[in-house]
């Protein structure tokens, strides 16, 4: 049950994840339960593009018979298609120890200027992601290499959106969790095993009809405006109103703003003396 100021969820069974005990369920148990687990936020990440901003191991409760409960819904990060696909192309970039599909999945989630550098992150990421492919949650923290891959973006100018920073700490709750329940799995693993599901999901959600009416629109849209631009566009060169700007990396006002008309494209022709 639910209302805009309540929120009500059923009796869960069980213990937080932090406080089991390491006799309390077989090893088989637990790496069901922890795969479970990341199955489950994926599909909010990837498919639903809702998911559970704060899933700590005290939010996780683990029954005796080991059923996993996610509770306290009180933070929930909502993202958008293209955020959701460049966070997946992220994590199947570290998996698969790709370190150029890793930086532009991030670029995509992010903006970039004229003094970004991208080749300079691209080279970055190339030389940090092996490090990181094939480690268990026992040797790697995840939540620190996805601080890391921000901080060489930060240094290289590439702007990430505050919604990045929310499912990056949700990734990172996940992995503590994970952590107290099974160490020994690794998130690479678990991406190539939900990869199948996740695509074919997304797949079915963009040729969803709603989705579709979507595209439909931006092609018509696309038509309509498309003759109307055209002509702006010549009317300012017709009229000398065509202005470009060039933006250097050395900030030289002097370059920053320059407007060619066809008189000044004549200026330095002389004429040789017959």
């Known amino acids: 049950m639910a209302t805009p100021r309540v929120l009500v969820q059923t009796l869960a ?6 406080r089991l005990k390491e006799d309390e369920l077989s090893r088989k148990q637990r790496k069901k339960i922890a795969k479970e ?3 489950y936020m994926f599909k909010g990440f990837f498919t639903d593009r809702t998911f559970h901003a704060d899933p700590h191991p005290g939010n996780v409760l683990v029954s005796s018979d080991g059923k996993p409960h996610v509770i306290d819904w009180g933070m929930v990060g909502r993202i958008d298609r293209s955020m ?3 966070m997946l192309g992220t994590m199947i970039g570290m998996a698969y120890n790709d370190g150029p599909a890793l930086a532009q999945s991030w670029i995509r989630m992010s903006s970039t200027t004229p003094w970004s ?3 300079g992150y691209t ?5 940090f992601v092996p490090h990181v492919t094939n480690a268990s949650l026992a040797e ?3 939540g620190v290499a996805l601080t890391t891959v921000l901080a060489f973006s930060t240094r290289r100018g590439i702007q990430t959106t505050p919604n990045v920073s929310i499912l990056g700490k949700a990734v990172a709750n996940m992995e503590g969790t994970v952590r107290h329940i099974h160490p020994d799995l690794k998130l690479s693993d678990s991406i190539r095993d939900a990869l199948q599901d996740i695509l074919l999901d997304m797949a079915r959600d963009l040729a969803a009809p709603e ?3 979507q595209y439909g629109l931006h092609a018509l849209y696309a038509l309509t405006e498309g003759p109307g631009q055209s002509a702006r566009l010549l009317d300012d060169v017709t009229s000398r109103q065509l202005t470009l700007h ?4 050395f900030h030289d006002t002097r370059f920053s703003k320059t407007a060619f008309t066809p008189a000044l494209l004549a200026v330095g022709r002389r004429r040789r003396p017959g």
């Open 211 to 213: 989705q579709l009416a």
């Open 117 to 119: 550098d991208v080749g």
């Open 123 to 127: 080279a970055d990421i190339t030389r």
């Open 246 to 249: 060039n933006h250097t990396r």
């Open 13 to 18: 069974d069980g213990q937080a994840a932090h």
């Open 84 to 86: 959701s696909a460049g």
């Open 37 to 39: 687990f990341v199955a």
């Open 140 to 142: 790697l923290n995840f």
